[in-house]
C-alpha cells in the first residue's frame, strides 16, 4: 500500500470522526438534533452553505457596508440623493438582515427539537414603529471590539458618519396600522415577550392596507380617511408568495352514499373562493437572537384580471374579482352598522382564522405525528372572540378531511384552544345572526349546531328538568327577530381554559357573564392571568432619558432591570435623594417640552401651553378608544366645571393670581378614536374640541386652564404623551373595564393615576401603595343598585353636574346649535345615566381638587409618588404574562438558544 493511500485513508478516518463536531460548528445545533437535519441537507452542502452564509453585523464598518449596498442595489439610490426616507429604508433592510439571520436559525432549531409550540390569534397586532424596537433589542454582536456599548449607538455614529442623524431617520417610519386600541398593543408586547422568553410562538393576523382608518378633526368632528401606511412599502415585511391558502366561503353542504349525519364527513361545495397569501414580520427577542414570526394574511383573488370583459369593454367589472377579495384585509373592523359592514366583517374573521389553522396543520402534519399528539404540540391562544371560528374550523377538517371521529376531534380541539376574555358587560359580547353565519359558512353553521347540542345534553344530564340553564348557556341565542350566535359561549365550550385579565375582572366574569358556566365546568376552567407590557417599548424607547437615568442610578450598564423589573424597586432607596429627585423631575420636564412641541404642530405652529411656566403647568392626560364607559365625557365635564368656577370668580373680582392658587395651571389633554358607527363617541369628540375652541380662545382666564385633543392617536404619539404625563385618567365606571394596559404605561413612566376601582388599578394600587395613586367613586358591587335607582328618578344630580349639564343646554360651546349635545345630557337627565356619571362625579371633582393641592403645593411629595410608583410597577410586565401563560395555561417551555 502506497504512502499516499495510507495518508488519504488517514485523512478520511479523521474526517469521520470528527464529524460530530464538525456538524457542531457548522450548524450551531445540539447532537441530538443533527438526525433531523442529516435528512434534509447532507453535510457536504450544508459546509458550501456554512462558508458562504450571510453575514451579521459585527462592526460599524459591517453597517456601513451593508447600508451602502442597500442604498445602492435594492433602493437603486446613490449617496447623492440619498434622503432621510431612503436613508431609514437602507437602515431598516440592513437590520432586518440580521434579524432574518436570527429568524432562520431561530426557525431551524424549532424545527430540529420539535417543540410545543404557541400560536397567538389576534385580530389586532399593534405593533408601532419597528426600527427604533429593533435597534434596542437587537444584540450587540458577541466578541466584538467595536468600541460601543449596544447597537444602537453603533448604528447612530456609522448614520452620523455617513451625514444622517439617528432621529430623523427614526421619524420616516410610519406606524404599522395593524390594531386600534389596548387589545392589539397587548398582543404587540406579548409577542416581543414571547420571543424575549424564548418561547417557540408565532403571531397571526391580518394584513390591513388601510388600518382602521386615520383619524382627521374637522371642526371639532372625527373624519375618517384612509391611512396609506403602505405608500411607500413596508421594509420589515417578507412577502411569502409560495405560502398560499384558498379561504371557501358560501355554497351549501354535500352529503353522499346515504349519509345524512352532520356528524359524519361531509362536503362543503363553497360558491366563492379568495387566496390568503403570507406576509412574515421578524419580531427580535431583547438580549436574545431568538427571532419569533408573526404572519399577517392578504387577502387575493384567484383571477385577479377578466381578460374577456376587458376587451368587450367591460372595464369596470374586469378588475371586480380582485376589488372584492381585496375588501377583505382592506381595514381593521368594517362598520357593521349595516348588512354588508355584517358579512365582511364575518368574512374578515373567518378568512383569517381559516389561513392561520391551515398554516399551523401543514406544519404539524410535516412531522408526522398522529393527530392525538396535536395538543401536546400546539397550543393556540384566542385573543378575545374575534378567532372563535377557528374551533370550528378545526373540528371540520379534522371530521370532513382527516377522517377523525367526532369525538376524537372534538377532544383534540378542547385541548388545543385557549380563550382570553376581555370584557365584563355583557352588550360588549360578540354574536353573530344566524342567518348570516349560515348563509356565509353553511358547514359550520351545522357543526356550530352539533357543538352546541352536545354541550346542551352534558348540561341537561346535570342540571335535569331545567330549561332556564339551558337556554342562559346555548351557543344559540333564541331572540326576537333573529336569532344569534354567542361567541364567547363557544370560545368557552371549546377551550380548556379561559383567563381573565386583572383579579376583579377575572372573578367579575366567573360571577356575572359566565358563572353558569363556571358551575357546569368547574372554577378550575376559569384563571386570571393580569396584562402587562414590555419596558423595552413602554421605558426604554418611549423614555430614553428616564431609562438612563435608572440606568445610572441603578448602576445597571447592560440594563438588566429590563428584564428583571425587581430591579426597579431600589429607586425607592433614592426617594429622600433630593438631588435624585431634581434629576427626575428635569426628565419630566424635557418630556412635557417634546409634547408641547407635539401639540404646537397640530395648533397650526402656535404654542398651547407658556413654556416659560410649564413646570408649574399639570398635564392631565387621558388618551384611548373613545367609549361611553371609558367615560371621556365625565373627564370633560370636569373641565367645563373648572372654567365655569374661574369664570365665576373672575366675575366676583378676583384677579389671576389670586385665581391661580384656587385652580393652579393645567392642561387637559384627550386623544382616542371612536369607531366610525358610534354616534355617542364621536359626539364626546366633539364636545372636547368645541369646550377647547372656547377656554384656549378666553383671554380673560390668561391661560391657566387649557384643552387639547391630540388627533390620530397612535403608538408613535403614545411614545411622545405617556412620558409627559403627571397625571393620567382611568375612569372607566367600576365593573366596566376588563383591565386597561394604559394604566401600567404611565405608572411605568413616573406619572400618577386618577382612577375608579375597576380593572387593573386595584392591583396597580397594591403593588405601588394607595399614597401614590388618586382613586375615587362607587365600587362594583354597587353599580347595578345605582343603575336600578336610576330607572326610578331622573333629576336627582349633585349641584355641581346640573350647572354643567345647564351650561351645555345653553348653548355656550355650541352657539350656532345649542341643541347639539342634547344627546349626552339627555342620557344622563333622562336616559338612566349607564355609565353613572352622576353618581360619580362629585368625587371626581374632589379627587382633583386633591390633585391640584398636591402638585402645586407638595411638589416633594408629588415627585416621591412618581418615583415610588415606577419603583413598584415591575409586576405589570408582558415577561411575567408570558410566563403565567407558560407555566397555567400552555404548558410550554422555552427553547434557549445555544
Not at 440623493?81 to 439571520?101: F, G, K, Q
Not at 366583517?345 to 393527530?371: N, P
Not at 381573565?500 to 365546568?521: P, Q, R, Y
Not at 371621556?632 to 392658587?661: C, H, P, T, W
Given at each position: ?101 436570527d429568524w432562520n436559525k431561530t426557525q431551524q432549531k424549532f ?371 333573529e336569532r344569534q350566535v354567542r361567541m364567547a359561549f363557544l ?297 336600578a335607582a336610576h330607572r326610578y328618578k331622573s333629576d336627582d ?102
Open positions: 500500500m502506497s504512502t499516499g493511500t495510507n495518508a488519504s485513508n488517514k485523512a478520511e478516518q479523521n474526517v469521520q470522526q470528527n464529524i460530530p463536531q464538525l456538524k457542531r460548528r457548522l450548524t450551531g445545533f445540539l447532537p441530538q438534533e443533527i438526525k433531523a437535519i442529516d435528512s434534509i441537507i447532507p453535510l457536504q452542502s450544508r459546509s458550501l452553505w456554512t462558508k458562504n452564509k450571510a453575514k451579521k453585523i459585527g462592526s460599524e464598518e459591517d453597517f456601513d457596508e451593508k447600508f451602502v449596498n442597500h442604498v445602492e442595489t435594492t433602493l437603486a439610490r446613490s449617496l447623492y440623493n440619498c434622503d432621510d426616507m431612503a436613508a431609514y429604508e437602507a437602515t431598516s433592510l440592513s437590520i432586518r438582515d440580521n434579524l432574518v439571520i424545527t430540529a427539537r420539535d417543540p410545543k409550540r404557541v400560536y397567538y390569534l389576534s385580530l389586532e397586532f399593534l405593533m408601532g414603529r419597528a426600527l427604533d424596537n429593533a435597534l434596542i433589542n437587537m444584540e450587540s454582536p458577541e466578541g466584538s471590539t467595536d468600541k460601543h456599548a449596544n447597537s444602537r449607538d453603533m448604528v447612530s455614529d456609522s448614520l452620523q458618519n455617513l451625514g444622517f442623524k439617528l432621529e430623523d431617520v427614526l421619524k420616516q417610519e410610519p406606524d404599522a396600522a395593524l390594531g386600534n386600541g389596548g387589545l392589539g398593543r397587548l398582543a404587540a408586547c406579548f409577542i416581543d415577550s414571547l420571543t424575549t422568553q424564548n418561547i417557540p410562538a408565532w403571531g397571526y393576523g391580518l394584513r390591513y392596507e388601510y388600518g382602521i382608518f386615520a383619524q382627521k378633526i374637522i371642526d371639532g368632528y372625527q373624519v375618517e380617511t384612509p391611512d396609506y401606511w403602505l405608500n411607500t412599502g413596508n421594509r420589515w415585511e417578507i412577502e411569502r408568495n409560495e405560502i398560499q391558502f384558498p379561504v371557501t366561503f358560501y355554497g351549501y353542504v354535500d352529503r353522499q352514499d346515504g349519509n345524512r349525519s352532520t356528524t359524519e364527513p361531509s362536503q362543503w361545495i363553497g360558491g366563492e373562493r379568495v387566496i390568503a397569501m403570507a406576509y412574515d414580520f421578524p419580531v427580535p427577542g431583547y438580549k436574545t437572537t431568538t427571532v419569533n414570526n408573526l404572519r399577517l394574511w392578504k387577502a387575493i383573488p384567484t383571477t385577479e384580471f377578466d381578460f374577456a370583459k376587458f376587451n368587450s369593454g367591460d372595464y369596470k367589472n374586469s378588475v371586480a374579482e380582485q376589488q372584492k377579495a381585496e375588501s377583505i384585509t382592506a381595514c381593521l373592523y368594517p362598520n357593521d352598522n349595516f348588512e354588508a359592514g355584517k358579512e365582511l366583517r364575518l368574512k374578515q374573521q373567518y378568512f383569517w382564522c381559516a389561513a392561520s389553522l391551515h398554516d399551523i396543520l401543514r406544519r404539524f402534519k410535516k412531522t408526522q405525528r398522529k393527530w392525538s399528539e396535536f395538543p401536546d404540540q400546539v397550543a393556540i391562544q384566542l385573543n378575545d372572540t374575534h378567532p372563535s371560528l377557528a374551533i370550528l374550523e378545526l373540528q371540520r377538517v379534522l371530521v370532513d378531511l382527516e377522517g377523525l371521529k367526532w369525538d376524537e376531534a372534538w377532544d383534540i380541539v378542547t385541548k388545543t384552544f385557549a380563550y382570553t376574555n376581555h370584557t365584563v358587560m355583557q352588550e360588549a359580547l360578540e354574536k353573530w345572526p344566524v342567518s348570516l353565519f349560515g348563509k356565509l359558512l353553511p358547514r359550520h353553521l351545522e357543526i356550530l349546531y352539533d357543538v352546541n347540542w352536545f354541550f346542551l345534553q352534558m348540561v341537561a344530564k346535570k342540571y335535569p328538568n331545567n330549561a332556564e340553564i339551558l337556554s342562559s348557556v346555548s351557543i344559540i341565542e333564541e331572540v326576537n327577530p370560545a368557552i365550550v371549546g377551550s380548556h381554559k379561559v383567563n381573565g385579565v386583572a383579579e376583579l375582572h377575572s372573578e367579575l366574569i366567573k360571577t356575572t357573564i359566565f358563572k353558569d358556566f363556571v358551575d357546569i365546568f368547574g372554577a378550575s376552567k376559569f384563571t386570571n392571568v393580569t396584562n402587562g407590557i414590555t419596558p423595552r417599548r413602554w421605558l426604554k424607547q418611549a423614555n430614553p432619558k428616564l431609562a438612563q437615568l435608572i440606568k445610572d442610578t441603578l448602576n445597571d450598564p447592560d440594563e438588566n432591570y429590563l428584564l428583571d423589573m425587581t430591579k426597579l424597586t431600589k429607586l425607592a432607596d433614592y426617594v429622600d435623594d433630593k438631588d435624585f429627585r431634581n434629576k427626575w423631575n428635569d426628565v419630566k420636564l424635557q418630556n412635557k417640552n417634546t409634547l408641547a412641541d407635539l401639540m404646537k404642530k397640530f395648533n397650526d405652529g402656535k404654542d398651547v401651553v407658556d413654556r416659560e411656566k410649564l413646570d408649574d403647568t399639570l398635564f392631565d392626560i387621558q388618551v384611548k378608544r373613545i367609549h361611553e364607559y371609558k367615560r371621556q365625557q365625565m373627564n370633560i365635564f370636569g373641565v367645563i366645571a373648572r372654567y365655569l368656577d374661574i369664570k365665576e370668580l373672575l366675575s366676583e373680582g378676583k384677579s389671576i393670581e389670586e385665581i391661580e392658587k384656587v385652580y393652579p395651571r393645567k392642561v387637559s389633554i384627550f386623544g382616542g378614536k371612536s369607531a366610525p358607527g358610534y354616534y355617542m363617541a364621536k359626539l364626546i369628540i366633539k364636545l372636547i374640541n368645541s369646550v377647547a375652541d372656547v377656554i384656549n380662545n378666553d383671554e380673560s382666564i390668561n391661560g391657566i386652564l387649557k384643552v387639547f385633543f391630540i388627533p390620530d392617536y397612535n403608538v408613535s404619539k403614545a411614545e411622545i404623551i405617556i412620558p409627559a404625563s403627571d397625571i393620567s385618567e382611568h375612569i372607566s365606571t367600576a365593573g366596566t373595564e376588563a383591565s386597561g394596559t394604559s394604566n401600567m404605561k404611565f405608572s411605568m413612566n413616573g406619572g400618577l393615576i386618577i382612577g375608579t376601582v375597576d380593572g387593573a388599578n386595584v392591583e396597580i394600587t397594591r403593588e405601588i401603595g394607595e399614597d401614590n395613586i388618586f382613586l375615587f367613586g362607587n365600587l362594583s358591587e354597587k353599580v347595578e343598585d345605582l343603575r344630580f349633585p349641584e355641581s353636574l346640573d350647572r354643567v349639564l345647564s351650561a351645555l343646554e345653553s348653548g355656550i360651546f355650541s352657539p350656532d346649535n345649542s341643541n347639539e349635545f342634547k344627546p349626552l345630557w339627555d342620557s344622563i337627565r333622562y336616559h338612566g345615566d349607564y355609565y353613572l356619571v352622576s353618581d360619580d362625579f362629585e368625587s371626581y371633582l374632589a379627587t382633583q381638587k386633591l390633585i391640584d393641592e398636591t402638585y402645586h403645593y407638595q411638589r416633594e411629595d408629588w415627585v416621591k409618588k412618581s418615583i415610588l410608583s415606577v419603583a413598584n410597577i415591575g409586576y405589570f410586565n408582558s415577561d411575567r404574562c408570558i410566563e403565567d401563560y407558560a407555566e397555567t395555561i400552555w404548558n410550554v417551555e422555552p427553547v434557549v438558544p445555544e
